[in-house]
């Protein structure tokens, strides 16, 4: 159990052009959501939460307008790179936040997203 | 605010033996979670193991055991009969105590690569 998809897994893009990336929980509920930014060799940079039915929370120097993000429902929240550019070629990783059972609160990770931007 | 330390970059290991990983944390809070998350090269984070702070016996998951000293606030990971596919990035993770009000969201530390040698 516990399983997160994400989609795609990799996509290449021209600069300018916004590209949209879910993240589901396929086995469970997930009232929070995480979206993550991993450059190469280091560890995951937090870019924001995400909590079904409001508004995400920014982590500071994480432009908002840039990346747009919506949890529109219980096991899907997207996460979308709007006009982008070189420097938003990057490895996205979204979590699910699990509650309850014997694995009480936890993360689970989708198999991450690579963007590239041309 | 809390913290994560991973002091120890990159270790390895020949197969079958057992190897421990470092993780030190800071934190005023007495109830928490700790995490150890491994990233294959596939770049999947992977939930290794699990421990809450308010539980005195150390989490065990097959080859996979903690040390955790709480006054020290330590949690290092020993790996027992390593194997080619533990072969991997490991991240000490932190999480808040959900009855705390706690958002579920992850302080990461660097990560300590680990090499499994045949």
């Known amino acids: 159990g516990a399983v997160v998809s994400q989609h795609p897994s990799w996509v290449i893009c021209k600069s300018g052009t916004s590209v949209k990336i879910e993240c589901r929980s396929l086995?469970?509920?997930?009232?929070?959501m995480f979206w993550y930014r991993q450059f190469p060799k280091q560890s995951l940079m937090l870019m924001a939460t995400?909590?079904?039915?409001?508004?995400?929370?920014?982590e500071q120097g994480v432009e908002k307008d840039k990346f747009l993000i919506n949890h529109a429902s219980l096991t899907l929240s997207t996460l979308t790179v709007t006009s982008a550019h070189p420097e938003d070629s990057s490895f996205y990783i979204c979590?699910?936040?699990?509650?309850?059972?014997?694995?009480?609160?936890?993360?689970?990770f989708g198999p991450g997203t690579r963007l590239t931007v041309l | 605010a809390q913290t994560v330390t991973q002091s120890q970059p990159e270790m390895s290991v020949q197969e079958a033996e057992t190897v421990t990983l470092s993780c030190t944390y800071d934190t005023s809070e007495s109830n928490y979670y700790l995490f150890w998350y491994k990233q294959p090269p596939s770049r999947q984070m992977i939930l290794v193991i699990r421990q809450e702070a308010y539980k005195q016996q150390n989490a065990t998951e097959n080859r996979f055991s903690v040390n955790f000293q709480k006054a020290a606030k330590s949690f290092s990971l020993k790996i027992s009969d390593s194997q080619l596919g533990d072969t991997a990035m490991y991240f000490c993770a932190f999480m808040s105590f959900f009855y705390g009000g706690s958002q579920g969201n992850l302080i990461f530390g660097k990560g300590t690569k680990l090499s499994v040698k045949p």
């Open positions: 979590s699910a936040r699990f509650l309850g059972g014997f694995s009480g609160d936890t993360q689970y």
């Open positions: 086995d469970f509920q997930a009232t929070t």
């Open positions: 995400s909590n079904e039915g409001s508004k995400a929370t920014y």
